[in-house]
């Protein structure tokens, strides 16, 4: 029975991706960066809770008589299962009533908003003429995509299944080796901490968890960027691997008869929990590198279904390997019983230095005298004559004199290197950023100003503030520098 309910925990593992690509399809990157943390906070909340409620509900018969009382004296989890099995019920109905469909294509609203928009095509690269001649753009511009890349690279699938393994089996090995060293004897290496205390500590790095995910995340990512924090949590994972065993030997040998061992102990434990909370933004940070690897919306729930896959892999070997390794590295007192510090040291070190994404590469510089691109045309409208005035004597036929006419707006239709780099220096410390603004500026097509607005915000050096369906405006991330 343990195996069949532990193998229906892992078929219900599905909805972790439903619910992750659902995000993803509803939200656009900002707002995603809002998202992903509180879904990265109801994990450890909904772990501590369902612990809590578990315990509280484990072996309870006292008002119940008779038979009941008997069934639940034989069997003290009914009221812990039945208890998962109200709360699974409740999601599935709340599910079923709900939750609509997320996924562009399946939803005549998803159909219309990405069905593309003409009237921006009359907007941007226009000009106005002061003698009353009008300019309209003639072909269409593509719809702009809502994602940087529009095919997902094997490279970058490839890098985005390894960190996900990586990731979740130094997690893994961490869950199952804490509790093992702490309530170890200290004579072997441990703390020889008691389950209560084990407990506690739990909570508490629940506590970090929360705050950590919920408040310092979306602060770092506007600063950092998503892979500025991966990069930094991974590299608290084998931090943690040379503390604890550095603990161990300071409770152990260096205040051994102490008075102050209790609140070493418990100062050592508590800055775990502390270093678990920062260590746990990685899941979100790499949430969010998953979505940016997906490309396109269809294929969301297909990436984060094989990202779960690395993560369910990694979480069936990590527990096994781990706790076996602890085993055999204490009783037989390798390296000191170290051994097994050593090994997830060296597996944390190699998460740490892996890249989740591969580096994308510099944009090609075109030449514009052998550019297949099309550019954009304008037809200027004819003046219309005005009827001559009519007068006492016979009008004399009106002699026509050649008006001043605005050139024609010559826009860049592809990037060159001078124009790339005036877009990385110039655009960034701008205050007020928008499509009509590069265009002006810039003197470059609606077309090519969306793709630089994307490639800078794919880089982060620009975030948007405003989103509506007719323009998003845009403004440089905190720290840039120079003035508009």
Known sequence: MLLLSRALAGI??????????????????AIQARAYPILGMLWPVGTVFGTYLGGLLFGRTGRWAGAFQTFLQNRPHFFPSLATATIAAASLIILTCYFEETLPGRTKKAAADNHPSLNMGLVYGATADTNSTEEKLETLDQPSQPVENPK????????????NFLLCFVQG??????????????????LGRQPSDIGRVSGLTGVFIVLFTLFTFPILRDRFGKLGIYRAAMWVWPTLFIVMPLLSYTVGSVLPSSNHVVAATWT?????????????????ANSL??????????????????????????????????????????????????????????IGLGGAAFEPMARSPQPAIVDRANSNLQPIYFIQAKEKASAPKSGGKAAKKKKWSKGKVKDKAQHAVAIDKNLFDRVQKEVPTFRFISVSILIERLKINGSLARKVIQHLK?????????HHSAQRIYTRTTGAGGAD
Not at 12 to 29: K, N, Q, Y
Not at 152 to 163: G, W
Not at 292 to 301: E, I, M, Y
Not at 315 to 339: C, E, H, M, Y
């Open 458 to 466: 794919k880089e982060g050096t620009i975030k948007c503030v405003v």
């Open 289 to 346: 590198i998953v979505r940016s690897v997906a490309g396109k919306q269809g294929s969301l729930a297909q990436t984060f279904s094989n990202a779960q896959v690395a993560r369910s892999v990694a979480r069936a070997v990590a527990p096994t390997f781990a706790s076996s390794l602890f085993s055999v590295s204490v009783k037989q007192q390798l390296l000191r019983g170290n051994l097994v510090w050593v090994i997830l040291l060296a």
């Open 152 to 163: 997902q690279s094997p490279e970058a699938f490839r890098r985005m299944m390894v960190s």
């Open 268 to 284: 050592g434990l508590a800055g775990i929990a502390c270093f678990r909370g920062l260590a746990e933004m990685a899941f979100t």
């Open 173 to 190: 090995s961490f869950e199952v080796v804490f509790p093992l060293w702490a309530y170890t004897p200290v004579e072997l290496g441990g």
């Open 12 to 29: 219900f593992c599905g909805s972790s991706p439903v619910i992750s690509s659902s995000v993803g399809e509803l939200a656009d990157e």
